[in-house]
Structures are given as structure tokens and as C-alpha cells.
């Protein structure tokens, strides 16, 4: 990435002084429960974060999830960590640029959803006050991208098979099933013998499987999937050079790609065929940007990943996803994919199979206060010391 300001080369080169951060923990209710191999969600409990600068308002989200289970960030640690350790090294310091997140809050380990949040939140603020949208910032050249779905485990296969023929029904173009030992070769076996061959499906694991589940792995191979998606825990690369030599599935890491740093190191190991994108768990989109471009660099396919984001966060994917290396449909659903209404006006919807990458100034969405408001559960205001 250059140095600033944007890859489009059209912002502004400003900088902004941040004099307040405002935390919302908000609880809001999916319209279905999501079941995954390591729990099942009921309503999206996060954070979202406003910062207040010198030249307007940002607002970003944090895609943690309510328990350490995803990884070992969880939405309670949020607010305790950006009061205690990120909001005194951002508050009051003058001529933050969007890069500047990332550098000044690099000593803290981990945390990379939290970062991403903050990091976003002044993205935000600086793409308003250049007057210039993310896309722009980023470069992309479309104006709308594929949406894929990612469906959770269900009680039984029927009614899997009928979930999965409504997203159909609905356009999506991609399905991806979330899948388990125990739920997996069967809910597979019957997606594909309901909706035949020619429907792009691929499969999610959550880390759930274990090496010695290779043989088992194996037998995926008969219904041709795009991928297979992070099979084994977060810190076992080589499990996946495994199986990779064992199975004609291609291997997609999620929880384990942290990093441009781990993402590059995967490729050198041979762990990796595909990559899953998400700016939370790397630690921002300019971090998922630059992993975009190695993959690129490296002939490895990526794809924009979710994490069930609100308004704010879908309308920074729709744009992320829109970067050229990006060659599979993503985990980019309609809004109403997870959501009744949106905390932001006029979120996101499917046309068509696609999602429309948002051109306004800044991240793409206009916030919805009222809405905000009436989800927020604890709210925590930080502000610079005076003077
Ligand atoms: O593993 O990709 C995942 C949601 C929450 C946490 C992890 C994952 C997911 C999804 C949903 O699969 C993606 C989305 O549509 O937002
Ligand atoms: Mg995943």
C-alpha cells in the first residue's frame, strides 16, 4: 500500500485528531439462529465504536462475537481494552491518518477485531472528511458484487434442504454449508441431490476436525465443492499441507490466516489454496487489503468473508469485496440475510444475485441513531484530556 493517502490516489492527504471514542455494546436479534460447530447465536452482541474528530464523526464495528469460541477474542473484552490500552495511544494525538490505527495500537497483541473497529471508525471519518468513498480508497472498478451464503447447521436435513432451496429462490450464488463431525458428509450428500451439481457449494468446518479425520475429509471429494473452509484449530498449518496432499478439495484457511504475516507464511508451507478475507480478524481492512494483494502476488484465490456484520460492517465488505483479486463469491449476504431492520438507512439488499458497492463518502452507510439507540445495551464515552 502507499504511504497515503488513498490507493485511489484521489483523497484528501489530511490527518484528523480523535477527541472522543464512544463504545456501544449493542444486542441485536437475528431473524434465525445461526449454528456453527462451536455454538449458535440467537442475536448479534458486539460493539460498535463512534470516534468524534476535529473534522466529523466515523463510525466502525468490532465483529467479536459474544464468547471466546471463534477465537480468543470475545465482545466483553472490548470496551475494557480499548479504555485501558487503546484509547489513551489514540486520544488527543494530532495528524492521525488512516495508517497511523494500525501503527499506534501495533505494541498491543491481538485484539485484531477490536483494532479493526477503531481502525475503520477513523477510516471512516477521514474518507468523509476527503469527501471520497472506501471503494474509491481501495481502487475498485465494479459497481456490484456476487452474494454468497453461508447457512447455518440445522436439526435435520429436510429442513437444511429447504433453507438452502429459499437463499436459492432468493438469488444467492454460492451456498456454503456450515458443517460439523457428525453433520457433515450427509447434509452435504442431500444439499447436492436436491439442487444438483451446478450449484457453487462449498463447506465451513469452524476448525472442528482433527488430522486424524483426513480419511473422513476425503470422501467430500465427491461432491466436487469449491472448498472446504478451516477444517483443524486455528494454530495447526501443517495439518492442512496434509490434507491438501490427500484430498482434490481445495483447502480454505479462516481463523488460522491472522496475518499477512501467517497468510504468507501458509503459502511458503504449502497449507493454503484459497483464502477467506475478514478485516476483523486480521486486524483491519488495510491489513485484509494488503493480504488481498499477496494473494494476488501469489496466485491464490481469496474471497471476502462475514461475521454477521450490521449495516456498517456489510457496507465495508460490499466495497472490500470489489478489489479485482477477489475471484469467489463472498459471505456477502442481503442484510435481511440475518437482520429484521438495520441499524443503518438504507441497508444493503440483494438484487440479482449482487450486492451494490456503496459510493458515498466514507465507509458507505449512513447510520440510523434512533435505531443505534434503541439496540444499545452499555455505552462508554472516552474522552482526549483537555488541553
Ligand atoms: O466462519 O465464516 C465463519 C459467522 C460468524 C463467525 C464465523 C463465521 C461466520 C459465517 C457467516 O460463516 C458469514 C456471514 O454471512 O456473515
Ligand atoms: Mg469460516
Avoid at 468490532?62 to 487503546?86: F, K, R
Avoid at 489454496?273 to 475478514?278: E, G
Avoid at 463472498?330 to 438495520?342: C, E, I, L, Q
Wanted: net charge negative; charged share 25%.
Amino acid at each position: 500500500l502507499p504511504a497515503d493517502p488513498g490507493r485511489g490516489g484521489r483523497g484528501g492527504d489530511g490527518t484528523v485528531r480523535i477527541e472522543a471514542i464512544e463504545l456501544r455494546r449493542v444486542d441485536i436479534p437475528l431473524v434465525t439462529p445461526f449454528r456453527t460447530s462451536f455454538g449458535t447465536q440467537d442475536t448479534r452482541d458486539c460493539v460498535l465504536i463512534r470516534v468524534v474528530t476535529d473534522v466529523g464523526d466515523g463510525w466502525g464495528e468490532c465483529v467479536t462475537m459474544p464468547w471466546p469460541l471463534y477465537s480468543a477474542e470475545s465482545s466483553d473484552v472490548v470496551i475494557p481494552i480499548v479504555s485501558a490500552h487503546m484509547a489513551p495511544r489514540l486520544l488527543g494525538v494530532d495528524g492521525i491518518g488512516p495508517r497511523d490505527v494500525a501503527r499506534l495500537l501495533a505494541p498491543i497483541r491481538g485484539h485484531r477485531m477490536t483494532k479493526a473497529g477503531l481502525e475503520a471508525a477513523v477510516l471512516d471519518a477521514w474518507l468523509r472528511a476527503a469527501g471520497q468513498s472506501f471503494a474509491s480508497f481501495l481502487g475498485v472498478a465494479v459497481e456490484r458484487v456476487p452474494c454468497g451464503v453461508s447457512v447455518g447447521i440445522h436439526d435435520s436435513t429436510e429442513a437444511l434442504v429447504e433453507t438452502v432451496g429459499g437463499y436459492l429462490d432468493e438469488g444467492y450464488v454460492r451456498i456454503k454449508l456450515k458443517i460439523e463431525p457428525g453433520n457433515d458428509l450427509a447434509p452435504v450428500a442431500a444439499v447436492r441431490r436436491a439442487f444438483g451439481d451446478d450449484v457453487p457449494l462449498q463447506v465451513d468446518a469452524n476448525a472442528a476436525y482433527e488430522p486424524g479425520d483426513i480419511p473422513l475429509l476425503r470422501r467430500l471429494d465427491a461432491f466436487d465443492l469449491l472448498l472446504i473452509e478451516q477444517p483443524f484449530d486455528e494454530e495447526r498449518l501443517l495439518a492442512n499441507v496434509d490434507l491438501r496432499a490427500a484430498i482434490e478439495t481445495p483447502v480454505c484457511l479462516d481463523e488460522s490466516a491472522i496475518s499477512a504475516q501467517v497468510v504468507a507464511d501458509a503459502i511458503r508451507l504449502g497449507a493454503v489454496d484459497i483464502v477467506n478475507l475478514k478485516a476483523g480478524r486480521v486486524g483491519g481492512y488495510l491489513e485484509a487489503a494488503r493480504i488481498h494483494d499477496l494473494c494476488v502476488a501469489h496466485g491464490v484465490p481469496v474471497w471476502c468473508g462475514g461475521m454477521v456484520e450490521t449495516g456498517i460492517g456489510r457496507a465495508a465488505n460490499a466495497a472490500l469485496a470489489g478489489m479485482a483479486g477477489f475471484s469467489l463469491p463472498g459471505d456477502n449476504s442481503g442484510f435481511d440475510r440475518f437482520y429484521a431492520t438495520d441499524i443503518v438507512a438504507d441497508p444493503l439488499r440483494m438484487i440479482d444475485g449482487h450486492l451494490r458497492v456503496p459510493t458515498t463518502p466514507g465507509m458507505g452507510f449512513e447510520v440510523d441513531p434512533e435505531a443505534i439507540e434503541a439496540v444499545t445495551v452499555e455505552r462508554v464515552l472516552l474522552e482526549a484530556p483537555s488541553g
